[in-house]
């Protein structure tokens, strides 16, 4: 009797513990959902680059004589002119600045211009130029192989450079 009553003890243990274990699955499956795990984001940081274009530069015209215009108005195309005498002299003589400022349309009567060379015969290092321009002086200089310019108003003589300038009669 013993053994009978120790397998039924046996055998009732099994079934709690079956009906405990079931009980628990039910609970935690209740606790989950049915849905899949997420799948995951994919970032800009770790998406395979793809090359971007490379902008292309819109290329600009070049710049042109205003006729009528005013100094300022003329200062891009008189830089557009002496750059490109300068490509092709990067030390070019005071006459030959005077010839392409004339040769691109500007007056030479209204035009100034200092020597290239200094008053012993060295090279100067430096060419002032300017043009008359609408009652306004377009100053410029070139040096070293380039040119700036600048905007400047009439001196009480009439004139647009302060010193010895060249004679271009």
Do not use: H
């Not at 003890?9 to 606790?31: D, E, M, N, Q, Y």
């Not at 380039?146 to 302060?162: D, F, K, P, Q, S």
Request: proline share 8%.
């Amino acid at each position: 009797m013993m053994g009978a009553r120790r397998a039924s003890i046996l055998t009732r243990t099994a079934l709690a513990t079956s009906v405990v274990s079931a009980a628990i699955l039910v609970a935690l499956t209740g606790c989950t959902t049915a849905e899949p795990d997420p799948a995951p984001t994919v970032s800009a940081s770790t998406q395979p680059s793809t090359p971007s274009p490379t902008p292309t530069p819109t290329p600009t015209a070049d710049p042109l004589l205003i006729e009528g215009g005013t100094a300022g108005q003329n200062r891009p195309y008189v830089e557009f002119v002496i750059s490109n005498a300068l490509q092709a002299d990067p030390q070019p003589s005071s006459l030959a600045i005077v010839d392409a400022l004339v040769a691109a349309g500007f007056d030479k009567a209204a035009m100034q211009v200092t020597a290239d060379t200094t008053r012993v015969g060295d090279p100067a290092d430096s060419i002032l130029f300017s043009v008359l321009i609408d009652g306004q002086c377009l100053l410029g200089q070139v040096a070293q192989g380039a040119v700036t310019t600048e905007l400047a108003n009439v001196l009480g003589t009439g004139r647009c450079l302060v010193g010895r300038t060249l004679s271009l009669d």
